[in-house]
């Protein structure tokens, strides 16, 4: 049986890219919409994020202030949901990639939000939009 490989002498050898968070199927209720019944109620929204970050310094440290906190991005985003009124799935989304890509450290993110049942014969109606640091 071979040992188990030591990621500090890998990172020596190897270049690692990037690291990337994905929170997947976060589903939150929201008043999303511009109709009236819209306005009135609640509706589910599912949000899925990549996250992309340099994560050299936290690999390299094994010190949580040296990685992303995808915990405190995760809470904002249900923060910014659960709080919010939006008339357009874009909006959200947009305000969603903002809270993202907040952090310097983040190099891409993509978030795409799902509205369930928004259109008839339809599982779910989708908006995805990424932004990339250069």
Known sequence: MRP???????????????????????????????NPEEKSKQ????????IRYRADPAFGSDDVDDALNYKIITKRIIHHIEHGRFNLLE???????????????VSFAEITVDKPHALRFADSVSVTLSASRD
């Open 91 to 105: 909006k959200l989304a947009a305000d969603l990639l903002g809270i993202a890509t907040e952090s310097e450290q």
């Open 4 to 34: 188990a490989t030591n990621i500090h002498t890998r990172a020596d050898t190897l270049r690692i890219s990037e690291a990337t968070i994905n929170i997947s199927n976060l589903r939150l209720r929201t008043f999303i919409g511009f």
């Open 43 to 50: 509706q589910d929204v599912i949000v899925n994020a990549e």
